[in-house]
């Protein structure tokens, strides 16, 4: 069996973070592994604390995973300290981790910064260039290219610069602010893919960014190329949001296992 493994925080809700990713690579036939950054308090109506992971204990959930159980892909999600990317990139790097996949939660949609500037700093110098693809949002976007981004022509030109500075691939997620859910994917020498998405109308959403990262990283797991796994993952996003599961009072969950069946799921 493929393995992959998730890099991030806990959602208790079960909707984000490490949960979603798990959910998310079991659902696309890869074994899921777990190194965990911060502990969360929160549901589908916001985040109550959070606990952060010692840079020691992350070093050492890191060393624990690749020496006994290497795997074939890896997800990084949300780390809010320049210790905790730093312990990340190091071990990465020594381990000559593959098929990494950077989901950079530094903005939300909101515009709301989610990491300190110097966490971000130290996210741009060590960890982004180790990607084989990152996946920022609009706002993470015009952070890392330094450019204002209004147009599907502007994701063109942030995607490319991007791409130049870090030496990585990027898929420019455009939905939210810009189109119907059309990202784009920026490679070195091949340049635009636009992958077409249609607006699913479910308000519920919560974790579709961990859910894509974890999906493409699952299909790199596999042996597919970096095109194919976008495709396979934007479909199986999209099954997810479609199925409309409806759980909590505020932008509740997708249903990960919306494509399992067997005697154990079947009524």
């Not at 690749?66 to 892909?73: H, L, Q």
């Not at 997620?173 to 189109?179: D, I, P």
């Amino acid at each position: 069996m493929y393995t992959a493994l998730t890099i991030a925080g806990s959602d208790s809700s079960g909707g984000a973070g490490i949960q979603a990713d798990i959910k998310t690579m079991t659902a696309n036939g890869v074994y899921a592994m777990s190194a965990i950054t911060a502990l969360t308090a929160q549901n589908t109506t916001g985040v109550t604390s959070i606990m952060e992971a010692t840079p020691q204990f992350l070093a050492e959930e890191l060393d624990c995973i690749f020496t006994d159980i290497y795997p074939d892909a890896i997800k990084t999600g949300m780390v809010s300290s320049s210790e905790l990317i730093e312990v990340i990139a190091d071990k990465l790097t020594g381990y000559q981790a593959k098929n990494i996949v950077v989901d950079p939660v530094m903005v939300a949609t909101s515009g709301a910064r989610l990491i300190s500037e110097d966490a971000i700093s130290t996210l741009k110098s060590k960890l982004l260039p180790l990607a084989k693809v990152i996946t920022p949002n609009i706002p993470e976007a015009e952070v890392l290219s330094e450019m204002q981004i209004k147009s599907e022509a502007d994701m063109e030109k942030a995607a490319e610069i991007i791409c130049n500075r870090l030496g990585c691939s990027v898929l420019l997620k455009g939905g939210h602010q810009l189109n119907d859910a059309n990202d784009l994917l920026w490679q070195k020498n091949e340049q635009a893919t636009w992958f077409m998405g249609k607006r699913i109308d479910n308000p519920n959403t919560h974790g579709t960014g961990c859910t894509l990262s974890s999906a493409i990283a699952s299909n790199l797991a596999k042996g597919y190329d970096l095109k194919t796994s976008v495709k396979y993952a934007k479909n199986y996003i999209s099954g997810a949001l479609a199925a409309g599961l409806n759980l909590g009072k505020g932008s509740g969950p997708m249903n990960h296992a919306f494509a399992i069946k067997g005697e154990y799921i079947d009524e």
